[in-house]
């Protein structure tokens, strides 16, 4: 496996930090089928379990605004690295966590060191030729997704062979060996922002809503979708452990495959994203995400139903997702880690709240109401989307901006790195 050549990333280092993406993102949602199992062994009651959920969200918004941003300003390969080694580390503290105290925390600082999954996405944007970014993109982001959605079921089955703590052993492993493979086959890649200082950095990363309106409707739209996404995810257990489905715990775990049929069609929507259909696959995407929860909504007693709608959401939520990031990552190439991380935040919090709705709606509205929240939600990318196509098309019409208008940099400090070099070991 080459580390990088000049037509662009290798099939090898693409599967590989495909991979490397799912692992790390995987890690933070082992814990929600074995809520009970750990609360049992560690004696601590199902609020406290239930608040393992809680700390892997919280560690992980921190990690995409405290740490995502330093790929623009150190050595991304060290930084990346450094981060799958770290949260192996904290995986070998959950393994053995005598107590749930000790578990609490160290997922916490596991979520916010896997961001390093965040570091690996721009940086295989930033090593793909320009043609085939899309595919580049969605690619990595099909291993990302997979990871999310698979995480239940490989904890499920994990957890059977030796209890919970087989899970967080084995994944201490994977991520340790994550971290060995990705320093020897990723190139380095330096930072280039001319900020100096860290707090800089971070003020440089909020300012990226200002000076980008793209980032704003883009982050918009992935928020709403990722919410919609997690509507459908939160619901669906209740929805088929109760009547008519009244399905086990390990078998609402499976349904994750079905999920995983949507995940892997990121690398289409990348494809036609590079051959310039950007814009049309995200407005195809937001209007079958909306379209998919009437099939979801006929899926409250109608399996095929339900499997069609999963498909679809998922699908079209890639979609959104993939062609969003593909929009982003061409605006500004020396800020790619401060815009993901902007991007991530608002996408992650989008996540979170759809979730907290979800619960909501589901113990006062039932399948009925969580069908209609996910359709507003979804009605709401499609708006957006038709906004961002207007204002666009307006700002194109009016005179060019200037440097500072447009949002760059200020001049880099004397000494600071401005531009991009990738090498490889021994360069």
Known sequence: MRPHTDGGLSRGLLLLMSVATGLAVAGNYFAQPLLDLIGRELAIGPSRAALLVTAAQVGYALGLILLVPLGDLVERRRLAVSLYAVTAVFLLVSAAAPNGTVLLVSTALTALTSVGAQVVVPFAATLADPAERGRVVGTVMTGLMLGLLLARTASGALSELDGWRTVYWVNAVLMALMAVLLRTFLPRLGGAVGHRFYLGLLRSTVAMFRYEPLLRWRAGIAALSLASF????????????????????????????????GALTAMVAGRLADR????????????????????????????????????????????????????????????????????????????????????????????????????????????????????????????????????????????????????????
């Open 230 to 261: 997690s509507v459908l995810w939160t619901a669906l257990t209740f929805l088929l452990v109760g009547s008519p489905y009244g399905w086990s715990e390990s078998a609402v775990g499976l349904f994750g495959l079905v999920g995983a049929v």
């Open 276 to 427: 310039g259909f950007v814009q049309i696959v995200t407005g195809a995407g937001t209007v079958l995400l909306a379209a998919s929860w009437a099939a979801l909504a006929a899926g409250a007693r109608s399996l095929v139903w339900l499997l069609a709608g999963v498909i679809v959401l998922d699908l079209a939520h890639q979609a959104v997702l993939n062609s969003s990031q593909n929009v982003l990552y061409a605006l500004r190439p020396e800020a790619r880690n401060r815009i993901n991380s902007a991007f991530m935040t608002c996408l992650f919090v989008g996540g979170a709240v759809g979730s907290a709705l979800a619960s909501v709606v589901w113990m006062n509205g039932g399948w009925t109401g969580v069908c209609v929240l996910g359709a507003i939600l979804s009605a709401g990318t499609v708006v957006l989307w038709a906004l961002e196509r207007i204002t666009t098309g307006r700002a194109a019409a009016e005179p060019p901006k200037t440097p500072v208008d447009q949002g760059h940099d200020p001049a880099p400090a004397k000494g600071a790195v401005t531009t991009e070099a990738v090498t490889t070991e021994g360069e």
